[in-house]
Structure formats: C-alpha cells, structure tokens
C-alpha cells in the first residue's frame, strides 16, 4: 500500500507539472499575441473615443463609444462629409469630434447658413446637409484653405467650436475616421454619420448629402 500510494502521488504531481508547463505556455501566448497584435492595433490602427459635449448632434450624442480608423488617411487623403477625431489646434492635448467640410486649397462661404465650396478647380457647389438639426443663419465667412488644410465644423452649428470660431484644422493633427459605433446598443453600426456628395458637374451646382 505505502508503494501504490507513492506512486500515485508521483502521478499527481506530474500531472500538475505539465499543467503548469501549459498554462505558462498559454500566458506566454496570449503575452505575445498582447504585444504583437493588440498594442500595435490599439496604437496604429484602432482607437476607441467616447463622445463629450452635444456639438455633433443629432448624428453624434454624449457618451456615444466610438471606434477610430487611424491607419486609413495614410493610404487616402481625408474626404468631404467624413466625421474624424483629431488635436484641437490650440490644445493638442484636447481631442475633437468634428464633419470635414472644406478640403485643401479649397474656398469655403457660408452665408446665412448655407455653405459653398469654390473647389480647387473653380467649380462651385452648395452643400446640401440633411444631418444638420440645428443651422446658424446668423454666421457668414469667407476662408481659403492652404494646401495642408482642412474646414471642418460641427453637426450642431449653433453650439460647436469648429474652424469658424478657431480657423483651419491642420492635417497633421487628424487622428484618424469614425468607422464604428458600439454604444448605444441600438445604435451600433459601421460609419456612422456618413455622407457623400455629388462631384459639381459644371461651375455652379449643388451637392446632395446622404447621410
């Protein structure tokens, strides 16, 4: 009996040896895969924000999770209608939420509200945005953007700091696109926000945003 009892406790004991071989094996994996996989697509690729303020509605509302593509404008440059996060100019440590109206070395007029686009090119185009809630007929500006800038303004016009107050939003500080949102539940959805506009087919048109 001292014999079968020695014996078995020798299997116990290298039963647990090789149990704890394989969870160290496991931690070790999932170590590495934190390291190659996640850190590097947490940093570079994917990032996840969550809304502060109410400048974005009624497309964006507070605490809204949002996650951010910052791999995509290294292959395209950013596009009209696209939502993005990016550093305030003034504060870099200061991130915000903004649509992308105006592109580089464009003109952006806003008269009472409406906004045109004197594009590069010299073709001109009104900009129709159904996902504005709220328009501020009162504001009326004239900028040119240089070639490494943006105009970008808020949903909520009435009630968002954006380049009308601050002026042109730099390329170097966009961090990236909003490609998804996962709260609300009822909310989640790729693109949110999203909206296109109709390339101007002559030197005066309008462009019809969907959202």
Same mark, same amino acid.
């Given at each position: 009996?001292?014999?079968?009892?020695?014996?078995?406790? #020798?299997?116990?004991?290298? %039963?647990?040896?090789?149990?704890?071989?394989?969870?160290?094996?496991?931690?070790?994996?999932?170590?590495?895969?934190?390291?190659?996989?996640?850190? !590097?697509?947490?940093?570079?690729?994917?990032? !996840?924000?969550?809304?502060?303020?109410?400048?974005?509605?009624?497309?964006?509302?507070?605490?809204?999770?949002?996650?951010? #593509?910052?791999?995509?404008?290294?292959?395209?440059?950013?596009?009209?209608? #696209?939502?993005?996060?990016?550093?305030? $100019?003034?504060?870099?440590?200061?991130?915000?939420?903004? %649509?992308?109206?105006?592109?580089?070395?464009?003109?952006?007029?806003?008269?009472?509200?409406?906004?045109?686009?004197?594009?590069?090119?010299?073709?001109?185009?009104?900009?129709?945005?159904?996902?504005?809630?709220?328009?501020?007929?009162?504001?009326?500006?004239?900028?040119?953007?240089? !070639?490494?800038?943006?105009?970008?303004?808020?949903?909520?016009?009435?009630?968002?700091?954006?380049?009308?107050?601050?002026?042109?939003? $730099?390329?170097? #500080?966009?961090?990236? %696109?909003?490609?998804?949102?996962?709260?609300?539940?009822?909310?989640?959805?790729?693109? $949110?926000?999203?909206?296109?506009?109709?390339?101007?087919?002559?030197?005066?048109?309008?462009?019809?945003?969907? $959202?």
């Amino acid at each position: 009996m001292p014999t079968s009892c020695v014996l078995q406790t #020798d299997a116990y004991n290298a %039963r647990m040896k090789d149990t704890g071989k394989d969870l160290l094996k496991d931690l070790f994996t999932l170590a590495l895969l934190i390291i190659v996989v996640v850190i !590097p697509i947490r940093l570079f690729i994917v990032s !996840p924000f969550v809304v502060d303020g109410e400048s974005m509605h009624p497309t964006f509302e507070n605490l809204d999770y949002l996650i951010i #593509d910052e791999l995509l404008y290294h292959f395209q440059a950013p596009a009209r209608g #696209d939502v993005i996060v990016f550093r305030y $100019p003034g504060d870099p440590s200061i991130f915000y939420i903004k %649509r992308i109206i105006g592109l580089p070395g464009e003109t952006v007029s806003i008269n009472h509200g409406a906004v045109t686009i004197t594009t590069v090119a010299g073709a001109k185009l009104t900009l129709a945005e159904p996902y504005i809630m709220n328009e501020d007929a009162t504001y009326t500006k004239n900028i040119s953007l240089n !070639p490494d800038e943006y105009f970008v303004m808020g949903d909520n016009r009435p009630n968002s700091s954006d380049s009308r107050i601050w002026g042109p939003l $730099p390329a170097k #500080d966009i961090i990236g %696109r909003v490609d998804l949102r996962l709260l609300p539940v009822k909310e989640i959805g790729f693109f $949110p926000g999203k909206a296109t506009y109709g390339a101007p087919a002559s030197s005066s048109t309008t462009a019809i945003a969907t $959202p």
